[in-house]
């Protein structure tokens, strides 16, 4: 078993991947030599990502890559780039290089001590409707999986292995890597990092797709017990639901075009 893996779920990156992956080897080759893995995973870009993921796998016998048939989502791609890691330890992070990847061993070396490591961005880069939203996820995340306020759910984290393999064989209808990592472990921490500027181009999410999102966080609901405390999530788990009956969204499943391993 590697010692690390990290998960990067990829859309419309091509033009910063050759990037990303030489400031994350840069940081890492020293501390694990070749005892590591990046698993990028294609969810289905318009662009040339794919390609560019076969060129950069060539290069790098610590990348592998998957290509999605179709769009599954950022926590989607997410789940089926866990389902193929086999690190001790687990770090996800984003495409777009905001995330520093000089934080990486800061989050590893956390993992000694906690199941999961969550950033707090530091003068962070997002516009300010989206500092605004996450931090309504955050509130309310808070009352629905019964997690700490001071634990913020960022989308740059750490998790142990076995944290992993309790929830990995779930068939969720809709990943929300979030409240499976709540569900089986509350012994969480953060750290700070700093928020980088996007290397190119913009972020591929509007108030749309957070708000979908949150839709998601609130929907994976159903995995807990029903709480005092949580009357506010039980609340919006049913607003949710109605919203479904008249938008319904597809089931999750996935299907691989090709891989690099």
Known sequence: MMNLSIIIPVYNSSKI???LITEINSNLSERFKKNYEIILVNDFSKDDSWEVIKKISKNFNFVKGIDLSYN???HGAIFIGLKYSIGKKIIIMDDDLQHPPQ???SIYDQLDLYDACYTLYTKRKHVYWKIFVSKVNNFFSSFIFDKPFRIYTSSMKGIRGDLKNRFISHDPK???IDSLILKESK???NIKVNHQERFDGKSNYDVKKLFILWFDMIENYHFYPLRFGSLIGFI???????FR???KKKIFSFEIKGKTF
Do not use: A
């Not at 919006?236 to 109605?242: A, E, G, H, M, Q």
């Open 17 to 19: 991947l050759d990037k």
């Open 72 to 74: 599954v989502g950022q």
């Open 103 to 105: 934080s990486l061993i």
């Open 174 to 176: 809709i990943p929300f």
């Open 187 to 189: 012994n969480i921490t």
């Open 236 to 242: 919006s788990f049913c607003f949710v639901k109605l």
């Open 245 to 247: 009956i008249f938008k």
